[in-house]
């Protein structure tokens, strides 16, 4: 005979989903358990927004998230909107501000964000287990039965909120992988998302002179994929929003186009300069457009006056300042990587409520599940999202 659960819901992982899922679950007087191995919750909270957590975009479509099922987020992202996530920031009185493209930043350290999930998960129908480690997870016939390092538990209900992959280093695991398979359901393959890219030979050693030169540029993969932020070089390669942003599409061997001016028109650029500012060297003329080291390092422009370069000089200038390819030889991996692209295959559960369709009773949200939002707070989102959709039906 099955033992009585000893709580409704048990939550694994104590990220941005799984404290969401655990607040929320508390306003529903739902008796629940929130487990994590780390000995304290929301480490990745912490580090996000460079300290400051970009917990929201105000511009969230579903088409900046990447899946292998891109219509599966829609319904969870339209029933607990940024804006709704907006409400609960501010009815804890935290201050905030949209620093470039609708992303929205704490004014307060990130710490704000984590303490919000916190106080919403304060509750006599919450328990914590840090610092806990789940070996086992059983499927009973009224729930489930975890054996943890703390003894066993039974709930009638479970949530994956273990997160992906990546940065291992604060506790990211293949937890959610694990159960996926142990439950047979089919996983899409993984790979780091938002991570910079290494480079090789004599690209490398080009990146490492410039490294700490950040350029705003076009960076794209072929006609639809392009992203327009900053790159920033650095000592093993190219990172900086638009590389981040690019690299969740990147496919391994595939060139990436750097156009370096891209409020130009590239013919009239060079045309306008031999005209108006003939009797200058490029290099003297680019500096009122591009970084000094990076016209003497990576442009490497003929040292002749404007007017007197020949066609293919122009024409190696225009490729070099407009459609300049580079083929990373890499990326850094989970180690920095800010997301893990892949994960659960969202065709094994229901878009209403992240419940395992053959599973009655398992949830996977967040990270676990493949899909990926793209850098600027679409990623949190889709915590908060997916963790209402999870206990809105529970
Ligand atoms: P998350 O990784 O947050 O949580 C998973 C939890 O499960 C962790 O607490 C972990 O310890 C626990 N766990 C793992 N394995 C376990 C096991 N075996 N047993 C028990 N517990 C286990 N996004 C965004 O929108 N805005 C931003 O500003 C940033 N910034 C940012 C910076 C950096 C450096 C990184 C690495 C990532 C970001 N992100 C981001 C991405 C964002 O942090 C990420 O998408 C969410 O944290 C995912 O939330 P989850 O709760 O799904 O996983």
Redesign the pocket.
């Known amino acids: 005979m099955n033992p009585n659960p000893k709580y409704d819901l048990v939550v694994?992982?104590?990220?941005?989903?799984?404290l969401m899922c655990a607040g929320l679950a508390a306003k529903k007087d739902i008796k629940t358990l929130i487990?994590?191995?780390?000995p304290k919750?929301?480490?990745?909270?912490i580090?996000?927004?460079g300290g400051r957590?970009?917990?929201?975009n105000l511009n969230i479509q579903p088409d900046r998230y990447l899946s292998q099922n891109p219509r599966f987020c829609i319904s969870a992202l339209k029933r607990y909107t940024q804006h709704d996530f907006i409400k609960l920031v501010k009815s804890h009185s935290l201050t905030f501000h949209e620093k470039t493209l609708g992303q929205l930043f704490c004014d307060q350290k990130s710490h704000a964000i984590l303490a919000i999930l916190q106080e919403e998960c304060r509750s006599k129908h919450v328990d914590t287990h840090y610092q806990?480690?789940?070996s086992e997870v059983r499927k009973l016939d009224n729930g489930f039965e975890l054996t943890t390092s703390n003894g066993k538990v039974f709930t009638q209900k479970l949530v994956i909120?273990?997160?992906?992959l990546?940065?291992p280093k604060?506790?990211?695991?293949n937890?959610a992988y694990k159960i996926a398979k142990q439950f047979e359901l089919n996983l899409i393959p993984t790979r780091p998302g938002l991570v910079p890219f290494t480079l090789s030979g004599e690209k490398l050693e080009l990146a490492k002179s410039l490294a700490g030169v950040a350029i705003e540029a076009k960076v794209s993969l072929n006609k639809k994929t392009s992203f327009r932020e900053n790159i920033l070089f650095t000592h093993r390669g190219i990172s900086g929003p638009a590389i981040l942003q690019i690299s969740s599409y990147w496919q391994e061997s595939q060139p990436v186009f750097f156009n370096f001016l891209p409020d130009e028109n590239p013919e009239e650029f060079i045309n306008e300069l031999r005209k108006t500012r003939a009797k200058e060297n490029l290099d003297q003329v680019l500096k009122s457009y591009l970084p000094k080291k990076f016209i003497e390092l990576f442009l490497r422009a003929p040292q002749k006056p404007m007017a007197q370069l020949s066609k293919v000089e122009i024409n190696k200038i225009k490729e070099m300042l407009f459609q300049c390819s580079i083929t990373p030889s890499g990326t850094e991996g989970y180690r920095t990587?800010?997301?893990t692209l892949g994960g659960l295959d969202t065709r094994e559960l229901s878009s209403k409520s992240m419940e395992v369709q053959k599973v009655p009773g398992l949830y996977f949200?967040?990270?676990?599940v493949d899909v990926t939002?793209w850098l600027?707070?679409?990623?949190?989102?889709?915590?908060w999202s997916s963790a209402s959709a999870c206990i809105e039906n529970i």
Not at 35 to 38: A, E, G, L, S
Not at 53 to 56: K, S, Y
Request: hydrophobic share 40%; glycine share 22%; with cysteine.
């Open positions: 694994i992982g104590a990220g941005a989903a799984g487990i994590d191995h780390n919750p929301g480490r990745k909270i580090i996000s927004g957590c970009n917990f929201t806990c480690e789940v909120a273990s997160g992906g990546s940065m604060i506790g990211a695991t937890f990587a800010e997301v949200i967040g990270e676990s939002g600027g707070g679409y990623n949190f989102q889709w915590a």
